[in-house]
Antibody, heavy 120, light 108 residues
Framework: EVQLVESGGGLVQPGGSLRLSCAASGFTFSKYAMTWVRQAPGKGLEWVSAISGSGSTYYADSVKGRFTISRDNSKNTLYLQMNSLSAGDTAVYYC??????????????WGQGTLVTVSS | DIQMTQSPSSLSASVGDSVTITCRASQAINVYLAWYQQKPGKAPRLLIY???TLESGVPSRFSGSGSGTDFTLTISSLQPEDFATYHCQKYNSAPPLTFGGGTRVEIK
């Protein structure tokens, strides 16, 4: 059974940093691209970042230069390092795996999400 | 960037009704379109990809169609468990892999 479990969310002050993790199990992690999607309270889904199975990375303009996606295939874990956070980054952050090695594929499985709140 | 516009933003329907949700891309995306269902407090669930291919385990009352810029999700004979928010997403190459604004399906 595929499982994705996010962690690392919480309350952070504007300008602060946070690192999210997503522990994966139930599939061969290194063979799948992974994605972060966020959802602000009461809003729609926003694609944030993705990393292919080979490690190529992609970002939404809204987070480019502030967020860094990475993966540790030996630990079956996906990360999102978030710097220079602002109120606009407040959201539930979901990790999801793509239906294959490349990032431009549908998102087959999703974690339960972790809430990031940016507030003073 | 390609924009994805869903309509309506919400609708009310009764159990047994057939409902159709539309998703329009600002540029042609071939059939690189997915639909997701999301219930309150839960993660989205993939329903349809490649515009019309049903994900494994998804009931056959869900169907998708379209190509290029115009796409539809149809739920025939709405069931109580189908009341949720539905999101479309384009996933052709070139980020961002944009989602539509969502359509909330409510009980009439």
């Amino acid at each position: 059974e595929v499982q994705l479990v996010e962690s690392g969310g919480g309350l952070v002050q504007p300008g602060g940093s946070l690192r999210l993790s997503c522990a994966a199990s139930g599939f061969t992690f290194s063979k799948y691209a992974m994605t972060w999607v966020r959802q602000a309270p009461g809003k729609g889904l926003e694609w944030v970042s993705a990393i292919s199975g080979s490690g190529s990375t992609y970002y939404a303009d809204s987070v480019k230069g502030r967020f860094t996606i990475s993966r540790d295939n030996s630990k079956n874990t996906l990360y999102l390092q978030m710097n220079s956070l602002s109120a606009g980054d407040t959201a539930v952050y979901y990790c999801a795996n793509c239906r294959g090695l490349y990032y431009d594929l549908p998102l087959a499985y999703w974690g339960q999400g972790t809430l990031v709140t940016v507030s003073s | 960037d390609i924009q994805m516009t869903q309509s309506p933003s919400s609708l009310s329907a009764s159990v047994g009704d057939s409902v159709t949700i539309t998703c329009r891309a600002s540029q042609a995306i071939n059939v690189y379109l997915a639909w997701y269902q999301q219930k309150p407090g839960k993660a989205p669930r993939l329903l349809i990809y490649a515009a019309s291919t049903l994900e494994s385990g998804v009931p056959s009352r869900f169907s998708g169609s379209g190509s290029g810029t115009d796409f539809t999700l149809t739920i025939s004979s709405l069931q109580p468990e189908d009341f949720a928010t539905y999101h479309c997403q384009k996933y052709n190459s070139a980020p961002p892999l944009t989602f539509g604004g969502g359509t909330r399906v409510e009980i009439k």
